[in-house]
């Protein structure tokens, strides 16, 4: 609908903007180059952020950029995820069918990690998405999941990637401490703040072949309000603002237009 009214060949503010195209800040590209070396180096990587800041996009931009040929990307996202299930997700993934017990299992993924890393000489980087919901069986295991020859060295590359609480509320806490130290990486991505707010916009924009210019200057500076910087609301208020222009028969979204969008169709300036 709006596409066409603004000369776009391509939807701007989706979820399926290849993951070239995504905007990467300067926080994102620096996550960017610590997971590729977690990835490397086969490290325990945590990344956190506030909700809607990013932590799927950069997933996706991490996972776009591992050489097929040298890398292996299993990808978990499950609130329930126990012990077992978490080895027979895994193994799932690897084409083989997990044993019913736990133990079994465990040994059975460690067995076929082996064999890829040797015969395959390719390494493997497991990353569960959500991981602020997990229960504390499941983040006790990540010890021994990552312990191989008396653990002296680590199987895989593991990426815990959770909103704030992830550490804030329990892997900074005592219980947790032994998973904690092993811990190699630890990002965090901040929201956006106004100068990024502006170029994240223009690169959707740019994405989609948008030759215009079409939110002022104001415009921006509300969107930025409204979002506190945070690429969910930011995307959620620009594509609503776009739909309303478009309704209204504008050609450039000012600051009004987006008070009215945050006021009338969103929820307390949140997404909806």
Not at 71 to 91: A, V
Not at 99 to 120: F, M, P
Not at 202 to 223: K, N, P
């Amino acid at each position: 609908m709006y596409e066409q009214y603004y000369g776009m060949n391509n939807t701007p503010f989706s979820r399926n903007v290849p993951p070239e195209a995504l905007y990467e800040s300067p926080a994102m590209s620096d996550a960017l180059g610590r997971l590729a070396y977690a990835a490397d180096k086969q490290l325990f990587a945590v990344v956190t952020s506030d909700a809607g800041c990013g932590k799927t996009t950069m997933i996706r931009k991490f996972a776009a950029s591992l050489p097929k040929e040298e890398y292996i990307l299993l990808y978990l996202s499950d609130s329930k995820l126990t012990p077992r299930w978490l080895y027979k997700g895994l193994l799932d993934q690897l084409g083989l069918e997990s044993h019913i017990y736990r133990g079994n299992a465990k040994s059975q993924l460690q067995k076929e990690v082996t064999i890829i890393r040797g015969i395959q000489g390719r390494k493997i980087v497991c990353v569960l998405d959500e991981a602020h919901l997990l229960e504390k069986e499941t983040i006790e295991e990540f010890r021994f999941l990552l312990n191989c020859q008396f653990d002296s060295t680590s199987p895989m590359a593991l990426i815990l990637v959770g909103q704030t609480e992830l550490w804030e509320d329990k892997l900074r806490l005592k219980r947790y401490a032994a998973v904690r130290q092993r811990i190699d990486i630890n990002c965090v991505l901040p929201r956006l703040d106004r100068a990024e707010t502006e170029s994240y916009i223009h690169s959707h924009l740019d994405y989609v072949g948008c030759q215009q210019a079409l939110f002022t200057t104001r415009a921006v500076d509300e969107i930025f309000r409204v979002s506190a910087g945070t690429m969910r609301i930011i995307n959620r208020i620009c594509e609503k603002s776009l739909m309303y222009g478009y309704q209204q028969h504008r050609q450039l979204i000012d600051d009004q237009d987006i008070s009215f969008v945050a006021d009338h169709e969103m929820l307390r300036g949140g997404e909806n």
